[in-house]
């Protein structure tokens, strides 16, 4: 989609001809037959009046393929490039009385290959999987990829697990649902009453504290179940007064 944008706006840089001619440039410059910046000036001209002209004139790209017309209500139906990434469209964004359907394509599918077929099956989510423990479980695609959704608890189905939102049975569903609470479980160390978005939880590195967005790390030695609320705030008092200093890269 960039490669064919790049073509049509920048018909003259994308030419091979064009890269030729700016190598025997450098060639002439090396060897001091040519001013750097001359050559650059006249380069940089018409460079510039094209990028104005692009910005003012050319639409934003989305790689826009139409696919056909939807049976059930007669509506153009097409793949694109969408703010959240590849997503496929009932309808037409310029039609004023209503407003077009969408759904995101799966990590597998393509706007450039993907048929009309494929694309209304992924209008059939979201999909009703069944019940667990007197919930509806449903499966769908979301912004971050499919998932599952049971107590307005959401998780995700995940591409190295091999199941498809299409197709997830409800015993599959359960499945990934109590393995997620069981890690989520394993995760809580301790809570407290005094603050709730205080939390002492495992990590991947080991025991930290979490205080909304803020991590706070447990000194060495120091046991992460037996820490109280009034130890918790000392860790994090000390830690907003003696910042970590920031790490530095040496210069090759």
Same mark, same amino acid.
């Not at 989609?1 to 450098?26: C, G, H, Q, R, W």
């Not at 003012?56 to 490039?81: C, F, H, Q």
């Not at 939880?201 to 447990?218: E, S, T």
């Given at each position: 989609?960039?490669?064919?944008?790049?073509?049509?706006?920048?018909?003259?840089?994308?030419?091979?001809?064009?890269?030729?001619?700016?190598?025997?440039?450098?060639?002439?410059?090396?060897?001091?037959?040519?001013?750097?910046?001359?050559?650059?000036?006249?380069?940089?001209?018409?460079?510039?009046?094209?990028?104005?002209?692009?910005? /003012?004139?050319?639409?934003?790209?989305?790689?826009?393929?139409?696919?056909?017309?939807?049976?059930?209500?007669?509506? *153009?139906?097409?793949?694109?490039?969408?703010?959240?990434?590849?997503?496929?469209?009932?309808?037409?964004?310029?039609?004023?009385?209503?407003?077009?359907?969408?759904?995101?394509?799966?990590?597998?599918?393509?706007?450039?290959?993907?048929?009309?077929?494929?694309?209304?099956?992924?209008?059939?989510?979201?999909?009703?999987?069944?019940?667990?423990?007197? *919930?509806?479980?449903?499966?769908?695609?979301?912004?971050?990829?499919?998932?599952?959704?049971?107590?307005?608890?959401?998780?995700?189905?995940?591409?190295?697990?091999?199941?498809?939102?299409? /197709?997830?049975?409800?015993?599959?569903?359960?499945?990934?649902?109590?393995?997620?609470?069981?890690?989520?479980?394993?995760?809580?160390?301790?809570?407290?009453?005094?603050?709730?978005?205080?939390?002492?939880?495992?990590?991947?590195?080991?025991?930290?504290?979490?205080?909304?967005?803020?991590?706070?790390?447990?000194?060495?030695?120091?046991?992460?179940?037996?820490?109280?609320?009034?130890?918790?705030?000392?860790?994090?008092?000390?830690?907003?007064?003696?910042?970590?200093?920031?790490?530095?890269?040496?210069?090759?």
């Amino acid at each position: 989609m960039v490669n064919d944008f790049l073509v049509e706006n920048f018909e003259k840089i994308m030419d091979y001809n064009f890269t030729a001619s700016v190598e025997k440039e450098f060639d002439d410059i090396a060897v001091g037959q040519l001013r750097w910046n001359d050559m650059i000036r006249k380069f940089y001209g018409p460079f510039h009046s094209t990028v104005e002209t692009t910005l /003012t004139n050319t639409s934003k790209a989305t790689g826009e393929r139409e696919l056909g017309i939807d049976p059930a209500s007669g509506k *153009k139906v097409s793949a694109r490039i969408g703010r959240f990434g590849p997503m496929v469209m009932i309808g037409d964004q310029e039609d004023e009385n209503e407003k077009p359907r969408f759904a995101s394509l799966q990590a597998n599918q393509s706007i450039s290959s993907i048929t009309l077929e494929q694309a209304l099956e992924l209008f059939k989510l979201p999909r009703e999987v069944g019940e667990f423990e007197g *919930k509806k479980v449903v499966a769908n695609v979301g912004r971050f990829g499919p998932y599952v959704q049971h107590n307005s608890k959401f998780v995700s189905i995940g591409a190295k697990s091999g199941l498809d939102p299409m /197709t997830i049975t409800i015993e599959q569903a359960i499945e990934l649902i109590e393995t997620k609470r069981e890690a989520d479980n394993n995760k809580l160390i301790k809570s407290f009453t005094e603050d709730e978005s205080v939390q002492v939880l495992n990590g991947r590195w080991g025991p930290y504290i979490a205080k909304g967005k803020n991590n706070y790390k447990i000194p060495k030695g120091t046991e992460a179940a037996s820490l109280t609320f009034a130890d918790v705030k000392k860790i994090m008092e000390e830690a907003e007064k003696n910042p970590a200093p920031k790490k530095r890269f040496a210069k090759k």
